[in-house]
């Protein structure tokens, strides 16, 4: 078979939306990318990404206002596309709960305007179910079932590689009750499955090739569901269990980098998602995890499984204060540096940013904070303006000088390339406690750090301590 293009409308511009709409175009289809915030579509057609993600600023110039174009109409995009994925929101509800409300107001829209057969895509992170409750919401809106099918596709992305994880994916899931919806999807995605993208110039690199393109998995809308919470929901465990294991590192002066390279060998548990931090965050983790609960629950499934793994995130950011606090004796009137503000590197997202949590909780002890992150600045200051001891600088060495302390909250690469020599002269006492493990112990102490890491042994600093105190 050979790829030809689909018309595909996807409906928000968020992260999910935005990529994806800009992937289609890269494989070859036409999109139209749909929004109902004004000012949002006239930043896209004007090239503002409005987020920060790899490779996006350099296809949404490529193809925007020709083969991605940007409009707050549903009822046109609809009229004029194949297939529409559903790429709005779906925030966590005070019980929990995925909030679908979106979801359903898209489906309406889209029944007022549907006369030929379409293709409803679920790109949307939903519980399972969502797809019966779709058609139930087209139905009732007077669309006869022969006019359309729903499908479950959901998305895997990371944020920060985002573009590169969309065209090569581990693989694409589809999730389709009928013959004739699955046969549209295997269109859409063909230039991938096939091979074929990964023979043209100038496509983004990634771990698929044209001997090795990424597998598409046919199942039904429900299993597709499950998958996808089930995934986010099985990489918050790992990243959990990895902590709690870091936590008995240091409680034995055991390394859980080495624990957890003896563990990642294994080939059945594998090495990623087993670094130790200060928690998982961002938009997917938190929201999934306690979604697939509320819906076990709702089905009389004991997961309490979900429940610990939440208590070991939460738990792991109050642990970190307490590290900063063993560091510092007091915590009222330290002035402290922090790197890092987005919830991981390579991303201006701070969404139950575990950073901005422990930021908030030493603001509430009394220190004084100078914070520093490459792109979520912005961001950050929206939800926690600066004050008179909240303070965001340029640079990590600016964030560093005079403080009592060096916080590194934040796995962005720079942070593990600083200059040591300069940060040992700017900070009043060299002390850096990172919450990402970015450096080795043994280099710190050499440079004369106080080093505190996540499950590894404190390092202290190797050279002389008078001498130094008397050449400053």
Request: aromatic share 8%; proline share 4%; hydrophobic share 40%.
């Amino acid at each position: 078979m050979s790829s030809q293009s689909v018309k595909i409308a996807v409906v928000g511009s968020g992260y999910v939306g935005l990529v994806a709409a800009v992937c289609f175009a890269e494989m070859g289809h036409e999109v139209i990318c749909v929004d109902n915030d004004e000012r949002k579509v006239a930043a896209l057609q004007g090239g503002d990404t409005l987020i920060h993600e790899n490779s996006l600023p350099e296809l949404l110039e490529r193809y925007r206002n020709t083969k991605v174009r940007f409009m707050t109409d549903l009822a046109e995009a609809t009229r004029e596309s194949e297939a529409i994925f559903i790429a709005v929101g779906t925030p966590q509800s005070e019980t929990g709960d995925a909030d679908l409300s979106y979801v359903e107001a898209v489906a309406c829209e889209i029944a007022r305007s549907l006369t030929t057969y379409k293709v409803i895509v679920e790109k949307s992170t939903v519980p399972v179910y969502t797809n019966e409750w779709v058609r139930r919401s087209m139905e009732r809106n007077g669309v006869a079932h022969h006019l359309f099918d729903v499908v479950s596709n959901p998305e895997f992305l990371r944020e920060g590689t985002a573009v590169a994880d969309f065209l090569h994916p581990d693989r694409i899931v589809v999730g389709a009750d009928s013959d004739r919806a699955a046969a549209v999807l295997n269109r859409i995605y063909l230039p991938l499955t096939s091979g074929e993208y990964y023979e043209r110039d100038g496509f983004i690199a990634g771990g698929c090739s044209v001997q090795e393109p990424p597998p598409l998995l046919l199942t039904s809308t429900k299993s597709a569901e499950i998958i996808k919470h089930a995934s986010n929901a099985f990489l918050a465990l790992k990243i959990s269990f990895i902590n709690a294991v870091s936590n008995l590192c240091e409680a034995t002066d055991a390394n859980v980098e080495q624990v957890a390279r003896g563990m990642g060998l294994d080939s059945r548990i594998g090495p990623k998602f087993l670094r130790p931090g200060i928690g998982y965050g961002g938009s997917c983790f938190p929201k999934d995890v306690a979604a697939f609960r509320s819906v076990a629950e709702q089905l009389g499934i004991d997961f309490n499984l979900l429940t610990e793994v939440e208590k070991i995130n939460t738990h792991q950011k109050k642990r970190f204060i307490n590290k900063v606090r063993s560091a510092l004796w007091t915590l009222r009137g330290k002035r402290l540096g922090v790197l890092g503000l987005a919830f991981k590197g390579d991303t201006d997202d701070i969404r139950e940013s575990p950073a901005i949590d422990i930021v908030e909780m030493l603001l509430g002890e009394g220190c004084s904070i100078a914070a520093f992150d490459p792109a979520a600045t912005v961001r950050t200051e929206e939800v926690l303006p600066s004050g008179p001891n909240l303070r965001y600088v340029n640079d990590a060495y600016t964030a560093a000088d005079d403080a009592d302390a060096l916080l590194i909250l934040t796995d962005w690469p720079e942070f593990a390339k600083l200059d040591l020599k300069r940060l040992y002269k700017g900070l009043r006492y060299p002390i850096v406690i990172d919450g990402r493990n970015l450096y080795d112990p043994h280099v710190m102490a050499e440079e004369g750090f106080t080093y505190l890491s996540v499950g590894r042994p404190a390092a202290n600093p190797v050279r002389d301590l008078t001498a130094v105190a008397t050449s400053r």
